[in-house]
């Protein structure tokens, strides 16, 4: 999943760990990347259709 900034992948994490989904956010690879930067969010294979049910269910 890709989120528009950092502070909304922060959000996100939040949300995903309350849930017990481990999450990782990736950051940019650009050196003068900021918060306001895009981000991808990665969730563990196992756990992909939790992720994708938690968000049919938003």
């Known amino acids: 999943m890709s989120v528009k900034n950092g502070y909304t992948a922060q959000i996100w994490q939040e949300f995903f760990r ?3 989904v481990a ?6 690879l650009e050196s003068d990347a900021t918060m306001m930067t895009a981000r991808d969010l ?7 259709h939790v992720a ?3 968000l049919r269910k938003i």
């Open 18 to 20: 309350a849930e017990g």
């Open 23 to 28: 999450i990782r956010v990736v950051p940019p």
């Open 42 to 48: 990665w969730v563990p294979d196992s756990k992909t």
């Open 52 to 54: 994708d049910e938690l």
